[in-house]
């Protein structure tokens, strides 16, 4: 565990192996029942470069109307799949949240994707963390203060690694730069590492964003 911030923990290797392939087989499953979609930015229309999924009772989607959750994908109309058990788990032992998850953002990284530096404040309770879980390619991901124009610092997260926005960091500003290449030596040894569901492009990443969205107490 090694806190970046105040409230910003970053857990390398918080899924082994083992754990990554059963998440990316789980995911696999979601994203067959939950397609992935492409965003776009409310008012100008332009589309996200990350493509994106949800599961949970919850949702988050953006587009020409704005940034807001909602209960079903915004093109099947179905209800999102349901949370794997080992993302819920994950919550329970790392956000120190006494209330649940109910929204799960999966993003669909390719390479030579980026997100620029943003705030999570669409939800109702601060006082829960953010939870982040990372698969596939390394990402080098970028941090912040509370003010855009604060200084910022970066560091990878690796297949496998969880991160807790929470506490004084809870709205900090934070994106992802770019994935880093894979070395040699791991492309040798793909069965080390999880096998991502058809839906990620080729040395992509799959980022999977726990937050609770209603106010603690009011379900």
């Known amino acids: 565990m090694i806190e970046l911030a105040p409230g910003l923990i970053h857990h390398p290797g918080y899924l ?11 995911l696999a499953a979601i994203l067959r029942e939950a397609p992935p979609f492409i965003p776009t ?15 949970g009772p919850l949702g988050w989607v953006s587009d020409r109307a ?34 649940e998850p109910e929204a799960c953002l999966v993003n669909l990284y390719a390479p030579g994707t980026r997100m620029g530096l ?10 829960a963390p953010v939870l982040s879980l990372s698969l596939g390619a390394t990402a080098l991901f970028r941090y912040g203060g509370l003010r855009r124009s604060d200084p910022t610092r970066s560091v990878r ?13 809870r709205l900090i500003f934070h994106g ?18 999880p096998v991502l569901p058809e839906a990620v492009a080729p040395g992509g990443r799959l980022n999977l964003t726990l937050r609770r969205v209603t106010a603690i107490g009011r379900a």
């Open 16 to 26: 082994d192996a083992a754990a990554q392939r059963a998440l990316a087989a789980d």
């Open 41 to 55: 930015m409310p008012r100008t229309g332009k589309p996200f470069s990350v493509r994106m999924s949800n599961c």
């Open 66 to 99: 704005g940034y807001r959750y909602q209960a079903e994908h915004p093109e099947t109309g179905r209800p999102w799949p349901s949370m794997p058990a080992a993302v819920t788990r994950a919550w329970v032992e790392l956000a120190g949240c006494p209330a």
């Open 118 to 127: 943003h705030q999570d404040r669409d939800e109702a309770e601060f006082s």
């Open 157 to 169: 997260l690796s297949s496998g690694d969880a991160l807790v926005i929470g506490g004084p960091s």
């Open 176 to 193: 992802v730069d770019r994935l880093v290449p894979a070395a040699p030596a791991d492309l040798l040894a793909p069965e080390a590492g």
